[in-house]
């Protein structure tokens, strides 16, 4: 016999090896239970914990939310407007301390003199 | 599950791997119908114990599964390549607890004063003859000798599997064979052979 024809012999039997080994039922059983086992763990275990909110979500939510943030950000525009184009009537309103703090000097004097018409300022 | 088995036919076991870990029912009965032979037929061939293979081929399931669920679909290692690994690692664990994996490669290249194998094989049966061959190899000869010639791996993939280069899995694999053609080589006619 030559080397070649031994070669072929045991490849033939190598490769029939690959078929020979047939896989019994009882242990695919078992492998389909420890996978549905393991599946039901998986399914069972809680989700990963979220990221936190950031400050700015935290800053909102002790505001109350955005309605909260809202009405305090209208307030904020409201004041702001009244300072600007009615600093007497705040003025008034605070009962002349304003012009006291500021030594009469209103609360913003410069700004007010930029809307006089003709102003070389 | 038939109704979906042409679904699932056309998936690739990554994509079932991450279609078990989302609860797919189905998943698992195809990757079991796929992988669960080749863990199996592995494990026979290199422990040459058939009640210990089945242990170890479910060992290894198991811990797929439970890497279903960081499985990277796209990741470096398929799923078979990576069940291949698990199942050597466990075989070469059980044969040095059964102080069965002793022997070195320098050994086997005194392989031919070793005792013949025909005293093992009952004749005629050719899957006994290869057992008893293959179980005079050196654990890592024999395993790499398994993934190639009887699983059908190529060598880089056996290189992945068995932690080695693909020019050791190259060296491995003749001189295992050769080693295996020499162990068979006076059981021929017993083996239904042509002498």
Redesign the interface.
Known sequence: MTVERDEEQLDQLLQSARAAVTVPDTLVARVLADAARVQATMQAAPPPPRKGPGWLAEIRAALGGWPGLSGVTLAGVAGLALGIFAPDLVDGLSGGQIGVWTGDLGSLPEIGLLWEEGSDV | MSDDAPTYAALRDGALMVL??N?D?GA??V??ARL??RA??HA??VLGDRAEA?DI??EA??RL??A??DWAQDGPAAPATWLYRVVANLCTDRLRKSGQSTLTDEADRHSDTRPSVEAQMIAGD??AA?DAALALLPERQRQAVVLR????LSNPEIAMILDLGVEAVESLTARG?RA??AA??DK?EA?G???
């Open positions: 078990f870990a609860g029912p698992a009965r990757l079991t669960l032979p199996l037929s026979a061939r089945e081929a479910q399931m198991l599964w439970r279903a669920a050719r899957m290869l010639h009887i699983e059908g064979k295996l053609s068979l080589s021929k083996l052979y042509d002498s």
